[in-house]
């Protein structure tokens, strides 16, 4: 499991060594700066939105958790994945936000004390490739309170992206691919497991999660007509 020390090492860094494009140290930082230059008003905390392995694996230290609603964003197994949990011979598939709709994830609360410190680990862990675009995003706790908070939402312009993200089609990418950071339908079973812990439901991850079991008993099985 990815740890605090892996990403203040530059151990974690290491498993994209390979790949074209790498993010540096300084355009990682940069990337933060700019951020945070865009911070609004109504932002008087520093909330992240977790949707994926950052609700139960978030490596960053947080003064309190809640419940929350991401407006106009959805989740999407968007982006192609060759390390980690995929390999070039078999790609995976990364989770990213795609506009449109809403999601039902948690927001984690940084200190102010140590918020620089906390959102660098942060910045080094989700932008190591630039495949995501870091928002400030409207939410919306449990008790109708509203703010904004960060959420990394796919770059569509980055070659990672894939515009075809629907379940036939993702499945059984998902079922094959492994690296080594384990398997991609470990990641799956994961983020399923965690929404259910916090009380949350997303038909996407709920769609994905039976046609994998339903790929894994019978491979040749036709996932696209079984959804259409």
Known sequence: MLTRQAIHSGAY?????SLPNLWSRERIEASLAATMR?????????????YGSLI?????????KQAATLHDWHRSFCLRMVVGRGSPDKPGRMLALEAGGHTDGVALKLSEDTVNEELLLVWIREMVLGSYLPKWAPVTFRDGTRTHALAFVADITR???????????????IA???????TNVEYLHKLHAALEEHGLQDPYI??????????????????RSAHE
């Open 13 to 17: 860094l290491e498993n994209f060594e």
């Open 38 to 50: 865009d911070r609004p008003a109504d932002a008087t905390d520093v909330w992240i939105f977790a």
């Open 56 to 64: 139960w694996n978030p490596t960053v230290n947080i003064a309190s």
């Open 159 to 173: 070659d990672q992206f894939e515009p075809d993200s629907s379940v036939p089609t993702v499945a059984p990418l």
């Open 176 to 182: 094959s691919a492994s690296g080594n950071f384990g």
């Open 206 to 223: 709920d769609a994905l999660s039976d046609a994998i079991e339903q790929f894994q008993l019978n491979p040749a099985c036709d996932l």
